[in-house]
């Protein structure tokens, strides 16, 4: 069983950073897709950033330039790093898992919530003005 937990989330101002960290257990996959999603109320749900198992990443225009999903030791624990928040960034954010069969690993990852298998429970993510 595939469990997926958010960390890191919190209050800060406008311009401040913040580090997300998701904790996974019970992935045994070898081609995958990993994933940061946000909503805001009132809003869809919106994927944020994804990278592959092969590295490449995939960054919403949005967050372009602010935003950098990496891992550092397999897939136990990813990250999302955030810069330059805005309060348009404010949502609860949620990490997921796509698992992917060999023939479409040599594809990047895309954002689109239905080909994501696993989620977590979700982190709030609030800044002010």
């Known amino acids: 069983q595939v469990q997926l937990v958010e960390s890191g989330g919190g209050s800060v101002q406008s311009g401040g950073s913040l580090r997300l960290s998701c904790a996974a257990s019970?992935?045994?996959?070898?081609?995958?897709?990993l994933g940061w999603f946000r909503q805001a109320p009132g809003k869809e749900r919106e994927g944020v950033a994804a990278m592959s198992s092969g590295g490449s990443t995939t960054v919403a225009e949005s967050v372009k330039g602010r935003f950098t999903i990496y891992q550092d030791n397999g897939i136990n624990t990813f990250y999302l790093q955030m810069s330059t928040l805005k309060p348009e960034d404010t949502a609860m954010y949620y990490c997921?898992?796509?698992?992917?069969?060999?023939?479409?690993?040599?594809?990047?990852?895309?954002?689109?919530?239905?080909?994501?298998?696993?989620w977590g429970q979700g982190t709030q993510v609030t800044v002010s003005s």
């Open positions: 997921a898992v796509a698992p992917r069969s060999y023939w479409s690993a040599r594809y990047d990852c895309d954002l689109h919530t239905y080909e994501y298998r696993f």
């Open positions: 019970g992935f045994t996959y070898s081609h995958y897709c």
